[in-house]
């Protein structure tokens, strides 16, 4: 079976700085590793998808992740947010083969940017 | 183009009723899958159909059901509300029928539904 698991439910950070979420996963199988970002009453928009190739992945709005295989691990940085990056953060696995287009989430992060 | 749509966006609901939540995916994408949003967690996976069939269900009662029209578009039931079925309701599309390479996943802005 399939897990993620972001080890911060909150990141207060201050404006301008760097930030990391951390994202990390268990699966016996291979997989494809998404960031989606939630704004307040809205749905969730792609940040960035890790699919194959290289392991640093960059995504819209500044954001990267970097795939790191042996670690399970799928973090998500920026290196100088806004305050505009104020939102839930979403770390999802999908299964790498077959049919299947279910998305396992974590629990969400909390980025807090503080002027 | 229009995104993924959803209705209602917003609506109250007691206990022991039903509800019928609305989606209509991207022009073109046959894929619909559901998730429920408790507040405070991710969302998590109900169904997904495909070209009208269903391809996967969660860890759902059968009180949760869905189907998928011909235009693609889809509805979700639930029967029998209880308080725990106040969520998010999300609705998501893509082109192909799973997560394989360069087969994005949009979602929409999802309904509330708040169970009293």
């Known amino acids: 079976a399939q897990s993620v698991t972001q080890l911060d439910s909150q990141v207060p950070v201050f404006e301008e700085a760097p930030v990391e979420l951390r994202c990390n996963y268990s699966s016996s199988v291979s997989v494809y590793l998404f960031w989606y970002v939630q704004y307040p009453n809205q749905g969730l928009q792609l940040l960035l998808k890790?699919?194959?190739?290289?392991?640093l992945v960059k995504g819209i709005n500044g954001f990267e992740a970097e795939f790191n295989k042996s670690q399970t691990s799928f973090h998500l940085r920026k290196p100088s947010v806004h305050i505009s990056d104020t939102a839930e953060y979403f770390c999802a696995v999908g299964k790498g083969s077959g049919n299947t287009g279910k998305l396992i989430f974590g629990q969400g992060t909390t980025l807090q940017v503080k002027p | 183009d229009a995104g993924v749509t959803q209705s209602p966006t917003h609506l109250i609901k007691t206990r022991g009723q039903q509800v019928t939540l609305r989606c209509s995916p991207i022009?073109?994408?046959?894929?619909v899958s559901w998730y429920q949003q408790v507040l405070g967690q991710g969302p998590q996976f109900i169904f997904q159909?495909?070209?009208?069939?269903?391809?996967g269900r969660g860890n759902f009662p059968d009180r949760f059901s869905a189907r998928q029209f011909p235009n693609y578009s889809s509805e979700l039931n639930v029967n029998a509300l209880l308080l725990g079925d106040s969520a998010l309701y999300l609705c998501?599309?893509?082109?192909?029928?799973?997560?394989?390479?360069?087969?994005?996943?949009?979602f929409g802005e999802g309904s509330w539904l708040t169970v009293v």
């Open positions: 998501a599309s893509s082109s192909k029928e799973g997560t394989i390479s360069g087969n994005t996943i949009y």
């Open positions: 890790y699919l194959s190739g290289s392991t």
């Open positions: 159909y495909y070209e009208k069939e269903e391809r």
């Open positions: 022009s073109g994408h046959k894929s």
